[in-house]
Every structure is written in C-alpha cells, then in structure tokens.
C-alpha cells in the first residue's frame, strides 16, 4: 500500500492552524472492521513518536490541539494552533497490510 | 518508566554481518510484537521487520528478506536483529519500536528507541 502525503512543505505562523493529508492506494479498512491509519511527529535528532492512531485516537500525552479525521483512503492530521514544539517531519502510517508503509513525510516549519 | 534501548549499530564493509539487540523495560515485553524501523540519512521511514509477542511469526520488508533475521528472547526481554550480506542501502539509523497493540501485530508503533547507525561502507 503506497500512503502519499500533501503537502510536503507547509510554513505556518505560530497560533494559526495546519493541516497535512494523508491518501492510501487502497482502503485501510481491515478485515476486523477497523482502519488502521497513524500519524507520527519527528523532531530534528529525535525519533519519530506517536501522536494518532486508529484514524483520531490521540496516544497518552498527546495535547488535544492535535486531531486525526478520515476514512476508507483519504485521512488528514490537523493542528488547531501551532506552537514552536510543533516544528518537524510528519508521517502517516499504515498498520492495516504488511509490509507496513510510510508516508513520504511533511515538514513543519514556522513562517 | 517505558523504553526500549538499541545497542550493536557500526560501520561494517559491504557483504558483512551485523547483530542489532534492543533491550526492553518498564512492559511485559511478552505481550507485544516488536518492529525494526530504519531511516536513511536525510530520508524516510522505512519498515523493515516485525515478530509477533510469541516469536513464531517474523515478517520482512521484501528489501531485507533473506538478509535479516528477527528474533526475540522474551525471558531476557530482548528483541534482535541479525544482519548479513550488507548492502551501501542499508545504511541507516534503526529503530527499535513497540507495537501498540496488546496481544497484536503492530497495528500502530508506540514506543522508540533512540535509534543505532549502521554503516555499511568500505
């Protein structure tokens, strides 16, 4: 399954939203009746943490400005107001088929 | 505190062997599948292996396949990575990662290590 992500760019300016949208080439709905649709975040030297998964389960810890909405193959991440610690590289995920797969990544940057 | 720790990363010449370890703590590391994730300098993610809580199923990127066994050592709470006739296109950062699912097959990764690089290079 091949999960192209838009943009792959994206300047915001602190307090504003952002959005990053997340496409499958086939559907994520598993055969247990869930999609298994992730986002990650990677900041600059770190590793990739969980932020969302099953399509907008946020992981403990994660702040509630972050949401993850969608369905079948199209999926989006979207930040209510962007702080500076949201600065990175975005991925979605797909855990529904082996192998599993990446988006290409979005970087976050501040205007 | 929930963690994972790789260890064993190096620069190695290309057809050399490698043997990646990541130590487990702070979950029942018997009750998890655990994934490898590497990353290429400046690149994305990518998938590499995965083997299920009990061992018995171990699944490969269709690049490494033949390359690299996984394996796990639950009474130790140690997952592995043995890695042989190395390629320039591995090099990269590798990740050790948690499954998120109880009793699953990495529906999602929620715990990473720090990562350990690997070089293949002569």
């Known amino acids: 399954i091949v999960m192209t992500q838009t943009p792959l760019s994206s300047p915001v300016t602190l307090g504003q939203p952002a959005s990053i949208s997340c496409r499958s080439s086939q559907s994520l709905v598993h055969s247990d009746g869930n999609t298994y649709l992730s986002w990650l975040h990677q900041r600059p030297g770190q590793p990739p943490r969980l932020l969302i998964y099953?399509?907008?389960n946020r992981f403990s810890g994660v702040p509630d400005r972050f949401s993850g909405s969608g369905a079948g193959t199209d999926f989006t991440l979207k930040i209510s107001r962007v702080e500076a610690e949201d600065v990175g590289v975005y991925y979605c995920?797909?855990?529904?088929?082996?192998?599993?797969?990446f988006g290409q990544g979005t970087k976050l940057e501040i205007k | 505190e929930v963690q994972v720790l790789e260890s064993g990363g190096g620069l190695v010449q290309p057809g050399g062997s490698l043997r990646l370890s990541c130590a487990a703590s702070?979950?029942?590391?018997?009750?998890?599948?655990m994934t490898w994730v590497r990353q290429a300098p400046g690149k994305g993610l990518e998938w590499v292996s995965l083997i299920s809580r009990s061992g018995d199923y171990p699944i490969y990127a269709d690049s490494v396949k033949g390359r690299f066994t996984i394996s796990r050592d639950n009474s130790k709470n140690t997952l592995f990575l043995q890695m042989n006739s190395l390629r320039a296109e591995d090099t990269a950062v590798y990740y050790c990662v948690k499954g998120r699912d109880y009793n699953g097959m990495g529906d999602a990764f929620d715990i990473w290590g720090q990562g350990t690089m690997v070089t293949v290079s002569s």
């Open positions: 099953k399509i907008s």
């Open positions: 702070g979950f029942t590391f018997n009750n998890y599948a």
């Open positions: 995920m797909q855990g529904t088929q082996f192998p599993r797969t």
